[in-house]
């Protein structure tokens, strides 16, 4: 199925390329960089465990009140879906004051649990949690309506395009059973691959890419594209990143698989028609073995010009 959100950097057009170059076994998937979460939305649910991670604290309540609060969600969406301009300033401002996070939770169960009776306590502790919870789906409800009366979906100015919330409640209720046994963390890259990270784990990384690291609400500095390589270096499972092609990606991942692929740039399609964008897929297995065993009555060096949709450099060896 579709993301329930358009997202900047969303990977609707790559998706597939991406599913036939992922690992023939594993025991459980992990988007490290889950954004609107397009490639984990795509796959089929398996046997696997199943993570979307983004450490965009919105978007990781989003998806968690889509999965757990669907109808209560529904219900706050419901509420005044105005759509104009004041109705996205208003909302805008409400998720820049940051009123109720999970630390501010954690922050008020402990100072209760510290001033009250045991007793007292056990009664105050639901109602600050419903408080929490309720302000938890008042949040996602801004966030999901700033997505779709935003341009672009970028969160920043508004679209000036009319659009009815409602029509998008469908998706709220399959994303909600989509999602119901996948776990949904807000977490660093790093520290989520160092948790996760086993033999069986498959890792998808979408990180912002270079030199677009800006788009994103969440600060990713140049360190970072280093701090993520060397995390993924030291990965026992197996691992696929996507990026645009460029010189400075190519050097630091320099001795993985490196694969140049091209998709249409949306962005771009708009003004100047047939666009395309340069990738890279890198990674730390060989990503042809999916193919290499499923049944064909083609050979693979007709998949690398068709099939593949790419400059393919794909079975060119591990030089490490
Ligand atoms: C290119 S987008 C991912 C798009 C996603 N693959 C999709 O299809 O919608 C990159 C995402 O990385 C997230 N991000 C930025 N810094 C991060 C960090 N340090 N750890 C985890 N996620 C981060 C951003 O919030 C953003 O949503």
Not at 77 to 99: A, H, M, Q, T, W
Not at 142 to 151: E, G, P, Q, T
Not at 196 to 217: K, L
Request: hydrophobic residues 35%; glycine residues 6%.
């Amino acid at each position: 199925m579709n993301s329930i959100i358009s997202w900047v950097g969303g990977k609707k057009a790559l998706r597939e390329l991406i599913y036939q170059r992922m690992p023939k076994d594993y025991g459980r998937y992990i988007e490290v960089f889950g954004g609107g979460g397009w490639v984990l939305f795509g796959r089929k649910p398996d046997a696997s465990m199943e993570v979307y991670n983004d450490y965009n604290a919105d978007l990781a309540n989003l998806f968690r009140c889509v999965k757990e609060r669907p109808l209560a969600l529904l219900k706050e969406l419901n509420f005044l879906p105005i759509n104009g301009r004041d109705e996205f300033n208003v909302l805008k401002k409400y998720l820049e004051k940051e009123e109720f996070t999970s630390e501010y939770l954690r922050e008020e169960l402990e100072l209760a649990e510290n001033c009250l009776s045991p007793l007292q306590f056990e009664e105050i502790k639901s109602i600050l949690i419903e408080n929490a919870t309720m302000s938890d789906v008042k949040r996602a409800a801004a966030f999901f309506k700033l997505i779709r009366y935003s341009y672009g979906s970028g969160c920043t100015s508004y679209s000036c395009q009319p659009f009815d919330i409602r029509k998008t409640f469908h998706l709220i209720w399959s994303g909600s059973r989509r999602l119901k046994d996948t776990v949904i963390e807000n977490k660093d890259f790093e520290a989520l691959i160092l948790q996760y990270d086993r033999d069986n784990a498959f890792f998808y990384c979408d990180p912002p890419y270079y030199q677009t690291e800006g788009h994103y609400e969440v600060e990713f500095k140049k360190e970072d594209h280093v701090r993520l390589r060397d995390t993924l270096k030291q990965c026992k499972g197996k691992w696929l990143v996507s990026y645009n092609d460029c010189e400075y990606i190519r050097e630091l991942y320099k001795g993985y698989y490196i694969e140049a692929v091209t998709r249409i740039n949306n962005l771009a399609q708009r003004y100047e028609g047939g666009c395309e964008y340069p990738e890279v897929l890198i990674s730390n297995y060989d990503t042809a073995e999916r193919l290499r065993d499923a049944p064909m009555q083609i050979g693979l060096f007709d998949l690398a010009d068709g099939f593949y949709n790419t400059d393919s450099d794909l079975k060119r060896p591990c030089e490490i």
